[in-house]
């Protein structure tokens, strides 16, 4: 295994490349680059057998980047353009998984009061949760509301419980159709600080993108007990 040192699936393919000298595609691995303008680019990579699992350390599945430059200095019409790409990027995803009516559980991983891991707690303070009213005020829903709930479960040094646990027992108390987890990303390039987000429909292993796999095991437990964990990363 390389040395990847990135939750990125182009950037571990590139590395894989390059360390082997090759020019073509690697057996396992498709990919496919699309410019939405100057400043948004949308890459889709798919590991599409054991080959490219193994050469890139990835499962197999489907890997959206989605890079937006100068997202720090951007306008707000520059902003809403990349939400929009985000979303259809996400929907796509959602769609090919669940029907429109399947519950969703939104999970933010990290630490709040740590600003590199803050992302996905803060992002759960953003997300417009249903599921309470739908459950005990459905009069005041429109027809077809998917219905939502968020989490956002701490750390294990604040919490003393293993993150994998709380949501296992959540998942196993509610019977989501599908889990999106949210989660800051390791990256080998320092441009890409708060200016690229991944998607993906394989799971997440907390800590995988700096070779800390302490939880994998359970974290294939909880994907399995689940049958839905999904993952939306950014940094």
Same mark, same amino acid.
């Given at each position: 295994?390389y040395n990847?040192?990135?939750?990125l ?10 360390? !082997? %000298?090759?020019? !073509? ?17 949308? +890459?889709?990579?798919?590991? @599409?057998?054991?080959? /490219?699992?193994?050469a890139? /350390? ?13 997202l720090?200095?951007?306008? +707000?019409? +520059? ?9 259809d ?10 029907? &429109? ?13 740590? @600003?590199?891991?803050?992302? /996905?707690? &803060?992002?759960? +303070? ?5 599921r309470?009213?739908? %459950? ?20 294990? /040094?604040?919490?003393?419980?293993? @993150? ?8 196993d ?5 599908l ?14 600080i ?16 700096v070779?800390?796999? &302490? ?5 294939k ?15």
């Amino acid at each position: 295994m390389y040395n990847f040192r990135t939750d990125l699936a182009s950037e571990r393919r590139d590395i894989y490349q390059k360390a !082997n %000298n090759l020019e !073509n595609t690697i057996d396992g691995i498709e990919s496919q680059k699309e410019e939405i303008d100057e400043n948004i680019s949308v +890459e889709r990579v798919k590991v @599409t057998n054991e080959n /490219g699992q193994n050469a890139i /350390g990835k499962p197999i599945g489907n890997y959206v980047t989605i890079d937006i430059k100068k997202l720090k200095i951007a306008q +707000e019409e +520059e902003i809403k353009k990349a939400a929009h790409v985000l979303s259809d990027e996400l929907r796509n995803i959602i769609d090919a998984h669940i029907d &429109k009516k399947g519950e969703i559980l939104v999970v933010g991983l990290g630490n709040v009061y740590v @600003t590199p891991d803050s992302l /996905g707690p &803060k992002v759960i +303070e953003e997300i417009e949760v249903t599921r309470h009213i739908i %459950n005990y005020l459905p009069q005041y829903v429109e027809e077809g509301t998917r219905m939502v709930s968020a989490i956002s479960p701490g750390v294990l /040094g604040t919490t003393g419980i293993e @993150t994998v646990e709380i949501l296992k027992g959540i998942v196993d108390n509610i019977n989501p159709k599908l889990v999106i987890v949210i989660d800051a990303l390791a990256s080998r390039s320092i441009e890409r600080i708060s200016s690229t987000v991944q998607i993906s429909d394989t799971g997440i292993v907390p800590g995988a993108g700096v070779r800390k796999y &302490k939880n994998r095991n359970k974290s294939k437990n909880f994907r399995n007990t689940s049958n839905c964990n999904r993952n939306t990363n950014s940094c």
